[in-house]
């Protein structure tokens, strides 16, 4: 299977301060057609998990821009350019490329 | 817009099944896959499997394979989730998510499965 090791598990960040969070698989995740299957999602205590990013870079629609996901291959990254209070959470990257599809550890962004 | 809404919590025994459901509206049901993922207490997403709604294909994860079965019914879009030999560590919420060659892009509100003595 492939494993998603995300780092940190933990990210204390200041109102208005950017983050960066990463995602590192054990297989390339490029697929036979030429895409790159690689989600980040949020999860809000009690809610379901939320996309923000597929296919390594592509924002959801609502998604605001200050979020951004870059990568390939093997390493990936999702930023977050300020930070507000809306975005204290946990977020998973996921990839969708290789059977069975895997999620990372998560990382629990907090209020420092 | 789009919608999985998905059946009610249960409370199970030991060694019992359950079968949760996920209904899709909003979009053309069979276009697009569905996936199964679940997520034990304070844990993070695991997935289970996948089911094509067009052909009735599937994928399952091998910690499930066997006491898993992924079904669906096109005639109301709904797609089921069913696990047997149930077990303290089953305890979790289940999701449906409607899965475009891996990409998740709508979640159902989860499904909280208690397998409790």
């Known amino acids: 299977d492939v494993v998603m090791t995300q780092s940190p598990l933990s990210l204390p960040v200041t109102l208005g301060q950017p983050a960066s969070i990463s995602c590192r698989s054990t297989?390339?995740?490029?697929?036979?057609?030429?895409?790159?299957?690689l989600n980040w999602f949020q999860q809000r205590p009690g809610q379901s998990p939320r996309r923000l990013i597929y296919?390594?870079?592509n924002r959801d629609s609502g998604v605001p821009d200050r979020f951004s996901g870059s990568g390939s291959g093997t390493d990936f990254t999702l930023k977050i350019s300020r930070v507000e209070a809306e975005d204290f959470g946990v977020y998973y990257c996921?990839?969708?490329?290789?059977?069975?599809?895997?999620f990372g550890q998560g990382t629990k962004l907090e209020i420092k | 817009q789009v919608h999985l809404v998905q059946s009610g919590a249960e409370v199970k025994k030991p060694g019992a099944s359950v079968k949760v459901s996920c209904k899709a509206s909003?979009?053309?049901?069979?276009?697009?896959?569905v996936s199964w993922v679940r997520q034990a207490p304070g844990q993070g997403p695991e997935w289970m499997g996948w089911?094509?709604?067009?052909?009735?294909?599937?994928n399952y994860a091998q910690k499930v394979q066997g006491r898993v079965t992924l079904t669906k019914d096109t005639s109301t879009s709904t797609a089921y989730m069913e696990l047997r030999s149930l077990r303290s560590d089953d305890t979790a919420i289940y999701y449906c998510?409607?899965?475009?060659?891996?990409?998740?892009?709508?979640w159902g509100q989860g499904t909280l499965v208690t397998v409790s003595a």
């Open positions: 089911i094509s709604t067009y052909t009735g294909n599937t």
């Open positions: 998510a409607r899965d475009l060659n891996g990409d998740f892009d709508y």
């Open positions: 996921m990839q969708g490329t290789h059977w069975p599809y895997t």
């Open positions: 909003g979009y053309t049901f069979t276009s697009y896959g």
């Open positions: 296919k390594v870079s």
């Open positions: 297989q390339s995740l490029v697929y036979s057609d030429g895409d790159t299957y």
